[in-house]
Nanobody, 119 residues
């Protein structure tokens, strides 16, 4: 059984910053460098959307809504990945989920962490 554990969510003012982190259990860390790692978010009444993705070669994908404000990174030695969020806006308020995927059969999710942005 694979477990992903997230941390770093919370309440922040408009324009502030937060850093989310996710750690993988022992099983996934055996082949951790081969996994594509990502962060997704879901706000009430909205569909889950990709926030950031980082591939095994280090290349990244961001939607236009966060490009230039959010940065994803990975630490293969520690089996962790991060989402640095700057210049936060109220529309960034959502539950954020970390994800690790190696194949359709090897696709795992964290439990979610709440991020709330307010004045």
């Amino acid at each position: 059984q694979v477990h992903l554990v997230e941390s770093g969510g919370g309440l922040v003012q408009i324009g502030g910053s937060l850093r989310l982190s996710c750690g993988a259990s022992r099983t996934i860390r055996v082949l951790f460098p081969d996994y594509t790692l990502a962060w997704y978010r879901q706000a009430p009444g909205k569909e889950r959307q990709l926030v950031a993705k980082i591939h095994s070669d280090g290349s990244t994908d961001y939607p236009t809504s966060v490009k230039g404000r959010f940065t994803i990174s990975r630490d293969n030695a520690m089996g962790r990945w991060y989402l640095q969020m700057n210049s936060l806006k109220p529309e960034d308020t959502a539950v954020y989920y970390c994800n690790a995927e190696r194949s359709p059969e090897l696709n795992f999710w964290g439990q979610g962490t709440q991020v709330t942005v307010s004045s």
